[in-house]
């Protein structure tokens, strides 16, 4: 089986980005990604290597930066908000707050408890926003009632995400020899 060009180009363009996201303390380790790539990516794993290398890269910079992990956290926080503001659809709001939570759980593992309760009770705050400011989805008319505290056992699928996350994330680190 021969790997196609788009394909070698394509892993090319992800490698390459992946080596640029590092952070400058991790440059040397970008290059030795990128001979490998360029080794790898001459058979049909080229570019499963390349995304490896992404995902890594994501994580390194993210580990690096809390303020790129805080950014991922407003932005999860800003897709549920989105999906609960304008559908009527809670297992769409419940999947984003599960892929939201598994990935910044797996990309910032020291932090899925964080993770998992501020994306876990994002649906609760957004309730209460509108019960306060009086604004309310489309779908819906003004509520009366206070926001309903049940909707803060969103938390728990979210710290359980989260926490996937970061054991993947522990699986397919690399494992340090013992002196």
């Given at each position: ?131 306060v400011s009086g604004l309310h989805p489309i779908y819906e008319h003004a ?37």
């Open positions: 089986m021969t790997t196609s060009l788009n394909d070698r180009t394509l892993a090319a363009a992800v490698t390459r980005l992946a080596v640029g996201l590092l952070p400058p303390d991790r440059r040397e380790w970008g290059i030795a990604m990128q001979n490998e790539a360029d080794h790898v990516g001459r058979g049909p794993g080229g570019l499963a290597w390349a995304i490896g290398c992404l995902w890594t890269a994501l994580g390194q910079r993210l580990s690096a930066s809390p303020w790129l992990y805080l950014f991922g956290v407003g932005a999860g926080v800003g897709a549920v908000t989105v999906f609960e503001w304008r559908t009527d659809e809670d297992t769409i709001t419940l999947g984003v707050i599960l892929l939201a939570s598994l990935i910044l759980g797996a990309l910032r593992a020291r932090a899925f408890w964080l993770t998992g309760i501020v994306l876990g009770a994002s649906v609760y705050a957004i309730d209460l926003f509108a019960r509520a009366k009632t206070p926001a309903d505290p049940t909707t803060l056992v969103l938390v728990v699928p979210a710290l359980v995400a989260a926490g996937i996350g970061a054991g993947l994330a522990a699986l397919v680190r690399p494992r340090r020899p013992k002196p």
